[in-house]
């Protein structure tokens, strides 16, 4: 029965790895998203042409569509939609004639945005369970699994193997 309390320890420890890589991930997305988000700023106070700043702006913009789709993808919701009120306002910035005080309130309420949702879901401990839910569930199902199984070979050979 030692070897199972050793298992069980094991595979805690691993869940709670696996959920420690996981919430860095989403950390370390979500800075990415945001310094994605400040880049614009710095693009547009730049002196280019309206086109590169146009095409520089259109690729900022995919890359950070690209960025939430990956910070969904793992944690396995859609928390940040990219069609949320503060998102749509940034990428539809017009550069010919907005200025950089529109694009930086713009940006702010896109962090600000990005950042509600990062500590709603993922920083609040009870919530962060309930995304990783199935993972736990395997876990739990797993355990009872090999506790059974021990059970059913101990019964089988009598209790000696």
């Avoid at 991930?25 to 547009?44: F, G, H, R, V, W």
Wanted: net charge negative; with cysteine.
């Amino acid at each position: 029965m030692s070897n199972m309390i050793y298992v069980v320890s094991w595979l805690l420890a691993v869940f709670i790895h696996l959920n420690t890589l996981k919430r860095t991930a989403l950390t370390n997305t979500k800075d990415a998203i945001i310094e994605e988000i400040y880049s614009l700023l710095e693009i547009n106070k730049s002196d280019e042409e309206p086109l590169v700043k146009e095409t520089t702006f259109s690729h900022k913009f995919a890359r950070i569509e690209s960025k939430v789709k990956e910070f969904n993808g793992i944690c396995k919701n859609n928390l940040i939609e990219t069609n949320h009120d503060d998102f749509t306002e940034l990428f539809t910035f017009d550069i010919d004639g907005g200025n950089q005080q529109i694009l930086t309130t713009k940006c702010y309420d896109a962090v600000d945005y990005v950042d509600r949702v990062f500590h709603r879901h993922t920083q609040n401990r009870f919530s962060f369970f309930y995304m990783v839910r199935y993972e736990l569930a395997g876990i739990v199902s797993t355990l009872v699994s090999l506790y059974l199984i021990v059970k059913f070979v101990y019964w089988l050979f009598g209790g000696n193997i």
